[in-house]
């Protein structure tokens, strides 16, 4: 029988909320969780019934610490860690504490508010939010650098078989690894940069979104380093986000993935460099300030923990 996965697999869609959330220390959260897996559910039918055109849903991942605090089932999906910081010589992939994370997609911004608010109103007693972020389509798909971004994801059934667990791990399978980090851009320095030279930086020509050749493109270009082979993918739903009066402007990355491990290699490459050393240059302009995996479990999973 096909496990009834999350909306992992989805296309990007034009509004997104993100938020992380951690359980209060010394609570007992069982019962809100129970709550909470059955509004998912009601929320994700619901958004099926009540709004099948403006493809909504909400996916949610648990971290490490909260199975455990959940005493969900034993063993764990075999590569569900608390994120280790990755150091290169330069840049760092910080680890930040995640209990709970929400991916809430829709075309329409009032179904991402309303979904956000009923998890408020359901969590806020037993847990904190600690991060959220509003994410927006913007223009055709571009990245706040203004370079377009998602191009090289997989599609058709090369979705699934990326981002969906396998045999490999049949207790857990249809589920998927969810990996997040905020990252925030140096607007200033990156503008200061000509169209070539920020073509460079991501191994992609600016205007047309078209690939350098291999005899063109930098070693050290965001591109030569995130490709680990054809056979290594993941699912990445990025999505800008801005805020004038803060300066805050940035990219909150998303990948579902099959297996992490891809995603660990795709982040040595980036953070501590192929070979050691030829780090990543997008990251001389992009500060990655939280860093958390969580494991999306399917449909069937959710419903088994709500009772
Ligand atoms: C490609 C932006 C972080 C993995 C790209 C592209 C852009 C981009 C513009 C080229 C178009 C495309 O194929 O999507 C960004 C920004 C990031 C970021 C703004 C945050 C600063 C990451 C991270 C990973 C990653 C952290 C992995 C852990 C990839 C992969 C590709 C890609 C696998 C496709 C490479 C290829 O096969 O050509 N990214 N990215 N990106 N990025 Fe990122």
Redesign the pocket.
């Known amino acids: 029988m096909k496990p009834d996965s999350q909306n992992v697999t989805d296309y990007t869609n034009n509004n997104t909320i993100f938020m992380v959330w951690n359980f209060k220390d010394n609570l007992q959260v069982d019962d809100v969780f129970k709550r909470l897996c059955s509004l998912i559910i009601n929320l994700n039918n619901s958004a099926n019934v009540r709004f099948p055109v403006s493809r909504a849903s909400c996916v949610m991942g648990i971290g490490y610490d909260a199975w455990l605090r959940l005493q969900l089932p034993q063993p764990l999906p075999k590569e569900l860690v608390n994120f280790a910081p990755i150091i290169g010589e330069k840049h760092t992939?910080v680890a930040s504490k995640g209990d709970l994370h929400f991916h809430i997609r829709s075309d329409a911004p009032s179904w991402c508010y309303d979904i956000a608010s009923a998890i408020t109103d359901l969590l806020s007693s037993v847990a904190d939010s600690v991060d959220e972020v509003h994410g927006f389509r913007y223009w055709d798909s571009?990245?706040?650098?203004g370079?377009?971004?998602?191009?090289?994801?997989p599609h058709g059934q090369d979705r699934e078989l990326f981002s969906l667990i396998g045999a490999e791990d049949p207790e857990y399978a249809g589920g998927s690894y969810l990996?997040v980090?905020k990252?925030l851009?140096n607007l200033t320095a990156w503008k200061n940069l000509s169209t070539e030279q920020q073509e460079k930086v991501?191994?992609?020509y600016k205007a047309n979104?078209i690939?350098m050749a291999d005899d063109v493109k930098p070693a050290n270009s965001?591109?030569a380093l995130?490709?680990?082979g054809d056979d290594f993918?993941?699912v990445?739903d990025?999505m800008p986000f801005g805020n004038m009066s803060t300066n805050e402007m940035g990219?909150y990355?998303i990948?579902y993935a099959s297996t992490f491990t891809t995603?660990n290699k795709?982040?040595s490459n980036?953070f501590i460099g192929s070979p050691i050393g030829n780090y990543d240059r997008?990251?001389d302009f992009?500060t990655?300030t939280t860093g958390a995996l969580f494991f999306v479990p399917t449909f069937d999973m959710i419903d088994a923990f709500s009772s």
Do not use: C, P, W
Request: glycine residues 4%.
């Open positions: 992939a571009r990245s706040i650098l370079f377009v971004d998602g191009t090289e994801n990996f980090q990252y851009h991501i191994g992609r979104d690939e965001h591109i995130a490709n680990v993918k993941i990445r990025n990219t990355f990948a995603v795709m982040l980036m997008i990251l992009s990655a």
